[in-house]
């Protein structure tokens, strides 16, 4: 088996009472319904409930378990993680997602979860959306109980106005929501755990209210975590480098990496030529490391294009 050519994966797409259409009228895609609000696509993904497959059949989780040279390089042959450490989503909040936390790896196992460190790149954010992230200075962790209790939890956490193009690191333990209005770029460990501490007193597709894990979410909230920013853009092109995935955001043509290298690329605006192939806003696509220099050609076709360039460290 040869993987002489980009490998695309179809979106898995996941309905949420605080999605919309979005990603059909920005980024074009063909959506399952007409009427649904989905609020993700799970665009590269390696989960049992949710596994992305190629057009030809192929599961990412096959690529990992028995092609691993091949696509995701040397460098990761020695991984003993079960499955591709890295999930990477498309999220279209028309509504405030609930105001949550993913637990902490010190704190996962005994919560029976699964840590979860995630970033946020903002394809679009309408004017005045709004993101929410960490603590206001001085509150602790009674201030949070007490403003919980009172149904002003929002009035404790942190706001970020959001803008088009900003990047938020949301380490586990961070507090956070996306507001309403923004289309985004989620890259994220491959874990599902999410622990809703408030959910704006609304009601699920079901008409009933979401189940909310309050204990769990005190348990795994940083206490000492006051009014992060956005990311600073570094001169090499770098968003966010953790030891769960470098991201870089990119503009001028080169190269997708070296040969013997494996990265996602994720076109946030405009379109692109990669050795012959286009990719539009809204597309990801897998390099496999035995891909030849000619065929990593990365260069742009209409003005404004942007991509994200991800590496599992």
Not at 75 to 92: E, G, I, Q
Not at 123 to 152: C, S
Not at 278 to 300: I, N, T, W, Y
């Amino acid at each position: 088996m040869k993987f002489n050519q980009l490998i695309r994966f179809a979106p898995i797409y996941q309905s949420r009472v605080w999605g919309g259409r979005r990603m059909e009228t920005l980024l074009g895609a063909t959506l399952p319904d007409e009427t649904t609000p989905f609020g993700e696509a799970w665009t590269v993904c390696d989960r049992p409930e949710a596994p992305s497959v190629t057009v030809d059949g192929r599961s990412l989780n096959e690529l990992w378990t028995n092609h691993r040279e091949e696509v995701f390089g040397k460098a990761l042959v020695s991984s003993t993680s079960p499955t591709f450490p890295l999930l990477m989503k498309v999220l279209d909040a028309c509504d405030d997602l609930s105001i949550q936390v993913h637990p902490p790896a010190s704190m996962a196992e005994a919560l029976k979860g699964e840590p979860k460190t995630e970033m946020w790149f903002i394809a679009h954010a309408d004017p005045g959306a709004k993101i929410y992230a960490g603590l206001k200075p001085g509150v602790t962790r009674a201030d949070f109980e007490t403003a919980l209790a009172n149904g002003t939890l929002a009035d404790v956490v942190h706001v970020i106005e959001a803008r088009t193009g900003d990047c938020l690191f949301i380490p586990s333990g961070r507090v956070h929501a996306i507001g309403a209005g923004l289309l985004i770029y989620e890259i994220q460990q491959n874990s599902d755990t999410t622990y809703r501490v408030f959910d704006w007193n609304r009601v699920g597709l079901d008409g009933k209210p979401r189940a909310l894990h309050v204990e769990e979410s005190l348990q795994s909230i940083d206490f000492n975590d006051f009014e992060p920013g956005v990311q600073n853009l570094e001169a090499d092109g770098t968003l966010v480098r953790c030891e769960h995935f470098d991201v870089k955001l990119r503009s001028e043509a080169g190269e997708a990496g070296a040969e013997g290298e494996s990265l996602t690329l994720a076109v946030v605006s405009g379109e692109i030529d990669v050795g012959g192939t286009m990719l539009k806003a809204g597309d990801f696509a897998l390099v496999p490391a035995c891909l030849s220099a000619e065929a990593r050609k990365v260069s742009p076709i209409s003005a404004g294009s942007q991509w994200l360039e991800i590496r599992v460290p």
